[in-house]
């Protein structure tokens, strides 16, 4: 059986957050379109050693962030020096196509569902492998996108505190919004292609954890279609987590209805708005973890100052602080390139705990600084050990409610986060 090595780099992680590791995504989605015939060994290098010379035929490897490209093309090149192909593909070899083209035997753009991967490795069988495979804006049809194979995962890699992580699915592709630091316009299009609802929940019931992340761009672009979605996971019983959902009562009902158990919320400013979001987002038993961006040009030290004391004062559950960073094909990249605010490009130190551009309103040192005062004072008083425990606790007492709570799974019995 021909044997292929797909390859999930390690990424340097921020140094403030809780480490944890999620299951990644692509790769399961990835390897539901490798054809039978190919036996598939999966190495996620942020859990698992890599021992690169094992025997394989060929080398794929998916990367999702800038961060991660570094050590994706050390790795490519540890397999070329051994005379073995390797294929790139995932979010970042999308927006750095040129440059990781240029270190492995081909790239692929775009998503492989329909054929388009099968197709690809019968090239490379054949001994016919292009340079590059460029879907990226050609999508396919979504009703081609099956249900992951989460089956080449090492499961007990993904546990935080004796607790089995959550599991990432996706209802949909595609972002209508165009939102300045992104680039999911550039990678999935502008357009919302939401999935056959009947087949998501088929996946999400085959899915043996209770705990989701939906990891869809946005679950805002369509309200019908989120009623329908939503309706349909209430006999399910899952509970999930993910990003930020219409501002709608009736949604939002309905979202909490479907064991929606928190949300990624992004937070950017201190207005009324805001406040009103994440009060009601409460009032319907979900969890806000504030998503915030640090560093905009409208922003200055007093700004973010403001901005942590409002969290707190809005009590949101958790807060992540990313500082604003030049992410190739997303617009603010290329409003800063052209005021030449850019101040380096080494991918290794994109993980948005760094500064690497010149902010508007203070030095870089300055916004570095604020970065660390945001996460300090966010977390001066309540831990993020205890604030992440007691969003575990919120969905612990959910699963208890309606009779889904397995505690053999949680090694750390509910008592002990309680404590
Ligand atoms: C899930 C997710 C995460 C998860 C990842 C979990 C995990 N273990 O993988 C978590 C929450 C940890 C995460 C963290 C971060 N993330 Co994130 N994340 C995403 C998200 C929402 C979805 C990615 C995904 O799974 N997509 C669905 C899969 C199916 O699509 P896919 O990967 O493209 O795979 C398809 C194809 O590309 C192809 N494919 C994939 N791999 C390969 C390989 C080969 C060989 C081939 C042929 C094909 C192929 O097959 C798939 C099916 O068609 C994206 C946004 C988005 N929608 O893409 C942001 C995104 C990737 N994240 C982003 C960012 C910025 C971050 C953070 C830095 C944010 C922060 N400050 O906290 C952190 C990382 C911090 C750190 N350094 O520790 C940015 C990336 C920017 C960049 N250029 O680096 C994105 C694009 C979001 C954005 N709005 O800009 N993230
Ligand atoms: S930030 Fe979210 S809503 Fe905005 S374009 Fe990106 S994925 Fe879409």
Redesign the pocket.
Known sequence: MTKLT?I?PS????PE?TEF??????????A??IPTEYDVTFI?E?VDSLDHTQPTDLV?????????IPRGLQIAALYRARGIKV?????????HADEVEAAVDAV?L????NGR?AR?LTDWQQGRLQRR?DFLHDH?PIDA?GP?RRDILNRQRYVYRGVPMVD?A?AS?G?KFN?F????GY??GRTFRPRPIARVVEELQSIDNNRL?L???SLAQDKEWLLELFEALIPLKKKWIS?PILDDDEVLAKAAEAGCWYVYQAIFDTSDHIRHKVRRLKEFGIGVEA?VLLGTDNQDVDYIKRLVDFLLEIDVDMA????L?P??H?PATAKMRQEGRILHSDWQR????EVVYQPKQMSAAELQEMYHYAWEMFYRDIPQAQRMSRLFLQVIDKEVADNTYRSHLDRESSRSWRN
Not at 11 to 14: A, G
């Open positions: 797909l999930y990424w340097p992680k921020i957050q590791h999620l299951p990644p995504h692509g790769p399961v989605c990835l539901a379109a996620d942020n794929l490897i998916s990367m999702m962030l800038t961060c991660q294929i790139a593909g995932g979010i970042a070899t999308m927006l692929f775009g998503e492989v569902e991967l690809t495979y396919p996108v992951a990432l996706h592709r972002c939102c630091p992104c680039c999911t990678l999935g992340f990891v869809d761009n990003h998503a992540e602080f990313s500082i960073t992410f190739p997303t994109y993980t948005t705990a």
